[in-house]
């Protein structure tokens, strides 16, 4: 079966650093993404790991280790405007010729002054 | 969301009623889906289609009809709504699994069932 787990909430100050971690099971895995999603919005994309390691865009990184079934989404320098649900999401083989993405239930972060 | 188009926004339903979530994109992907989200439970993955004339199964997909005609449409269908279905739809497409590709979402439909 699939099985991605995420902490359900985190809470963090203006300038910090957060780790938001993802653990998944799942079958033929074809990649890890990140969301980003506010409230009432769609999700919006951050990042896509397919290989082991750490991939850095801006402000965010995000790293996977496939043989752990383990990623992690870091912020750094976090703003206000930060505060949101993050997502993480298995893009895995679900027959011969499907693929979907698998969600878990999402963390919501909150970032204080 | 570029190129992806949900309608309607918003719709109230009353219980057995039918109705039709529509989805459309002008990228030219293979790839649609629709995806289901409640409080505390994550995108949850109802119906998908790799291409014109093919549809599969999700997580959830009691109670919604798919087809996909064409490779820009992909509508949901509620046969006899209930309240349970009241929930926050996202239809989202891409180009066929390749590396690094990323995943568009459309803005989302609230559906209410009464």
């Known amino acids: 079966g699939q099985n991605i787990d995420q902490p359900t909430e985190m809470t963090a100050t203006e300038g910090a650093i957060v780790q938001i971690n993802c653990t998944y099971q799942?079958?033929?895995?074809?990649?890890l993404f990140w969301y980003q999603q506010h409230a009432g919005e769609a999700p919006t994309f951050l990042s896509y790991n397919v290989l082991d390691g750490l991939e850095e865009k801006g402000r965010f990184s995000s790293f996977l280790s496939r043989s752990k079934g383990y990623s992690y989404l870091l912020l750094k320098e976090l703003q206000m405007k930060d505060s949101a649900s993050y997502l993480c999401a298995v893009r895995s083989l679900l027959n011969q010729a499907g693929t979907a993405l698998i969600f878990g239930k999402g963390t919501t972060l909150s970032v204080s002054s | 969301n570029a190129g992806v188009t949900q309608t309607p926004k918003f719709q109230v339903l009353k219980t057995g009623q039918s109705m039709t979530l529509q989805c459309a994109q002008d990228?030219?992907?293979?790839?649609m889906s629709w995806y289901r989200q409640d409080p505390g439970m994550g995108l949850r993955l109802i119906h998908y289609s790799v291409g014109a004339g093919i549809t599969d199964q999700g997580e959830v997909p009691n109670g919604y009809n798919v087809s996909r005609s064409t490779t820009e449409d992909f509508p949901l269908r509620l046969l006899s709504a209930a309240p349970s279905q009241t929930s926050v739809y996202f239809c989202a497409s891409s180009s066929l699994p390749s590396s690094g590709n990323t995943i568009y979402f459309g803005e989302g439909s609230w559906l209410t069932v009464v």
């Open positions: 799942t079958s033929g895995f074809n990649g």
């Open positions: 990228m030219n992907h293979e790839y």
